[in-house]
C-alpha cells in the first residue's frame, strides 16, 4: 500500500524548561513588542503580578477575569482594555481558558499573543478558537490567533491540584489518541501522538506518587506539548464531539468529561480504527492483544489514579442522555466508525454509570 498524506506545520516558537518563565522579557523583545497585557483567571491573579514585575515597564496592565468556554463579554472586555492600555501584545499564563481569551484578542486585532500555559490543554499549540456568545460556543479556525511564542515552564504546573493535573493530562491523551485515526493524519503526527501519550501516561504514576515530582511535571509538559500539536494539525472525531456537546450543552467540567469519555469513545472506534489502537496500546505499555486493548487499559489507568469515571460524578444529568446522544448525531464529522444513534446512546449510559468500556 502507498501512502498520501498532506502536512501543514504551524508556525511557533517554543522555549521548554524549568524556569523560563525568567526569559519572558527577552521573549517579549524578541517578538518586536513593548507593551504587554497580562492575561489571567482570577483564580491565578498572583500569577500575573509575578509576571508583570518581571515584565517591569513592559507590562501595560493586568486583565483577569479569563473564564472557560470564553464568553463574548469577556472578549470585547478585554479586546476594549487592551485598546485603552495601547497594549501590543499580550502574555496569556494559565489553562486553555485564559490562552482562548488570548485567541479571542488576536483574532479581533492581530496582537501577538505569548503564552504561558499552566495546565496540559494544548491550546497554545491550535490556530482553534472558542467564543460563547449567549450560552453557544462557536469554534473557528484562523492562523492569526495561534500563539507566537510559547513558554513552557514546568515549574508554573507545580501549584496546579493533583486532580486537575490527571484529568488535564488525560485531555492531552484524548488529542494524541484521536489524531492518530484522523482522517488527516501523517507519519509525522503519529509520531508526535505515540510519544505525547506515552510521555503523559508514564509520568502520571511518578505525579500520583509525588505531586512536587518536577521531572514528572516536565515529562508531562512535553507530552502535553506533542499532544497539542497533533489537536492542532488533524480534525478531531467523535471523542472530541461528545466532549463538546457535553461540556457546552450540561456544563461539566472540560478535562474531568474528556477523562471519562475518552476511553468509551475509543472503545467505540477500536474495531475501525486497528493501526491507531495498537500504537496507543505501545504507548501504553501493553500488548495489544491485552483483552479489551487500548481502551481498558486507559480506563484502569484512570481508575487506578483515581481519576473519575463515570459522567454522574462530574454532574452529568441522568435525563439529558437522549439529548446528549441526538446532539452527538446532529452535524455530520469524520470518524472511523459511522456515527449510529443507538450504539451512541449505550456508549453514554456506560459513561454515565462508570461501567468498562465496550
Ligand atoms: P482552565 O484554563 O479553565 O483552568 C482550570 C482552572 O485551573 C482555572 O481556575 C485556572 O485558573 C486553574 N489553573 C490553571 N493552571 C493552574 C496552576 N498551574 N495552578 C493552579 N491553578 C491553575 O482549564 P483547561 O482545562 O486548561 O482549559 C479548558 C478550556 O480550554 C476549555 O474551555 C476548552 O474548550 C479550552 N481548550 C481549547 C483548546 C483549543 O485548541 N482552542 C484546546 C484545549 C482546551
Known amino acids: 500500500m502507498t501512502t498520501h498524506f498532506i502536512y501543514q506545520a504551524h508556525p511557533s516558537r517554543v522555549v521548554f524548561g524549568a524556569g523560563v518563565l525568567q526569559q519572558l522579557p527577552a521573549e517579549i523583545a524578541q517578538l518586536g513588542a513593548t507593551r504587554a497585557l497580562v492575561l489571567c483567571t482570577p483564580q491565578q491573579r498572583a ?8 515584565l517591569g515597564s513592559r507590562c501595560a496592565g493586568i486583565f483577569a477575569q479569563a473564564q472557560m468556554h470564553v464568553p463574548l463579554e469577556t472578549a470585547q472586555a478585554a479586546r476594549a482594555e487592551a485598546r485603552r492600555l495601547g497594549a501590543d501584545c499580550a502574555v496569556a499564563i494559565g489553562g486553555g481558558s485564559t490562552t482562548g481569551l488570548g485567541k479571542a484578542i488576536a483574532l479581533d486585532s492581530g496582537l501577538p499573543i505569548l503564552a504561558v500555559p499552566t ?86 504514576p511518578r505525579l500520583q506518587a509525588d505531586p512536587h515530582d518536577l521531572a514528572a511535571r516536565s515529562d508531562l509538559l512535553q507530552g502535553a506539548w506533542l499532544c497539542g500539536i497533533v489537536l492542532g494539525a488533524t480534525t478531531m472525531g467523535l471523542h472530541h464531539k461528545l ?20 476511553p468509551h469513545a475509543l472503545a467505540y472506534n477500536a474495531a475501525q480504527a486497528p493501526q491507531a489502537m ?4 505501545r504507548a501504553l505499555g501493553v500488548a495489544a492483544d491485552a483483552p479489551g486493548g487500548a481502551p481498558a487499559a ?35 464529522y469524520p470518524n472511523p466508525r459511522p456515527l449510529e444513534r443507538a450504539a451512541l446512546r449505550a456508549l453514554l449510559q456506560r459513561a454515565f454509570e462508570g461501567a468498562a468500556p465496550a
Do not use: W
Not at 47 to 54: I, M
Not at 157 to 176: D, F, K, M, Q
Not at 323 to 332: K, M
Open 47 to 54: 500569577s500575573a503580578e509575578r509576571v508583570a514585575a518581571l
Open 119 to 204: 495546565t496540559y490543554a494544548g491550546s497554545e499549540m491550535t490556530p482553534i478558537y472558542g467564543l460563547t456568545d449567549a450560552g453557544v460556543k462557536k469554534t473557528g479556525r484562523d492562523a492569526r490567533v495561534l500563539p507566537k511564542t510559547v513558554l513552557y515552564d514546568p515549574e508554573l504546573s507545580l501549584t496546579l491540584p493533583l486532580g486537575l493535573s490527571i484529568t488535564s493530562a488525560l485531555n492531552a491523551v484524548a488529542h494524541g489518541a484521536e489524531g492518530l485515526y484522523a482522517p488527516d493524519t501523517n507519519p509525522v503526527i503519529a509520531l508526535m501522538a505515540e510519544e505525547g501519550i506515552r510521555a503523559c501516561t508514564a509520568a502520571l
Open 243 to 262: 466532549c463538546h456537546t457535553l461540556g457546552g450543552s450540561f456544563n461539566l467540567p472540560h478535562a474531568e468529561v474528556h477523562t471519562v469519555v475518552l
Open 278 to 281: 495498537a500504537r496507543i496500546a
Open 298 to 332: 486507559l480506563h484502569a489507568l484512570a481508575q487506578r489514579l483515581g481519576a473519575p469515571t463515570a459522567l454522574r460524578d462530574i454532574g452529568m444529568p441522568e435525563g439529558g442522555l437522549d439529548r446528549a446522544a441526538d446532539l452527538a448525531v446532529t452535524t455530520p
